[in-house]
């Protein structure tokens, strides 16, 4: 992607959960985007108190046809123009999603290279955390116009529907995915002790790795898809994005577990959005498609 024109649309609109304590959802992606400097559009799909893994949460979900009002005031939206891109995570329920499909298309007319970022929240290394119609329709209507997608390794796993015991298989569920652009989150590293983040697209497999950390706070992949669409947006190359995406929410995750935080702290560790410091290791992959190295 070419540098950024100073005039291109930079409002994200984000759609996720929210919660009234805590870095999850679109506490997380809200507030990296706007740490770096893009203005945010962000509707909650759900509203809890904190994240469900701290116990007991009261679950609100807006009514699916006051959703689908908001999100069809928001296509009508005279400010439409300045949006150069979605990102959609978790889901309240599986109707949400066709409303989420019906305002990336206008922005898209709107703006033809408008990005959409489909982070495709449905569970982890227990399995599915959201119904599974939720999860099909993530599957099945967001993720085949998405120009980006983010899932985390399980998540892949279950929208290919078999198990993905290696880098190998892996790289070619994400290929199968449909996404030109694939970003894999807890992939298997080939670093004693560590994980990675894999990235794919049309010609390049690559793997950014970092030591381990047992027991993170959540949110990770929130944080991640945001940063990596900022980077995105921001012009940066894709083998560059990748990097500095993986040390700042690295940086970020070791400084909150160091202090023993049950939350990610980004407003403590602001800086690392936009100037981490740790060091991760990037490999270039072989890539299927390619006959020889990225």
């Known amino acids: 992607m070419s540098a950024e024109k100073p005039d ?8 996720s959960s929210h919660v009234a304590r805590g870095s999850v959802g679109n506490r997380a992606a809200v507030f990296a985007l706007e740490t770096l400097g893009f203005p945010v559009w962000a509707v909650p799909t759900v509203i809890l108190p ?22 069809a005031d928001l296509e009508r939206a005279p400010w439409l123009g300045e949006v150069g891109a979605v990102l959609s995570g978790y889901l309240g329920e599986a109707g949400q999603a066709e409303a989420v499909a019906s305002l990336v298309a206008a922005v898209k007319a709107k ?21 599974e119609p939720t999860a ?3 599957r099945d209507r967001l993720m085949p116009i998405a120009d980006i ?13 078999a198990p993905l015991p290696d880098l190998k298989s892996v790289i070619a569920a994400a290929l199968h995915a449909g996404p030109p652009t694939m970003l894999v989150t807890s992939a298997q590293s080939m670093m004693t002790g560590g994980t990675g983040n894999l990235l794919l697209d049309g010609t390049q497999a690559l793997l950014a790795e970092h030591r381990l950390i047992d027991k993170p706070p959540n949110g990770l992949g929130d944080l991640t898809a945001a940063v990596y669409l900022a980077r995105i947006l921001s012009g940066q190359p894709a083998i560059k994005a990748l990097q500095s995406t993986t040390a700042a929410v690295y940086e970020i995750l070791a400084r909150t577990a160091k202090r023993g935080g049950d939350e990610l702290q980004l407003e403590t560790d602001a800086q690392s959005l936009s100037h981490p410091m740790a060091m991760v290791q990037l490999r270039h992959l072989t890539h299927p498609g390619r006959d020889r190295r990225a």
């Open 50 to 71: 904190w994240h469900p893994g701290h116990g007991r949460a009261t679950r609100i979900v807006p009514p699916l046809d006051q959703f689908k009002a908001l999100m």
């Open 8 to 15: 291109a649309p930079r409002a994200v609109i984000v759609i």
């Open 136 to 138: 099909a329709a993530m």
């Open 149 to 161: 997608a983010t899932p985390n390794r399980y998540e892949l796993e279950w929208m290919a529907g």
């Open 111 to 131: 703006t033809p290279d408008a990005v959409y970022i489909c982070d495709p929240v449905m569970g982890d290394s227990g399995g599915l955390y959201v119904p």
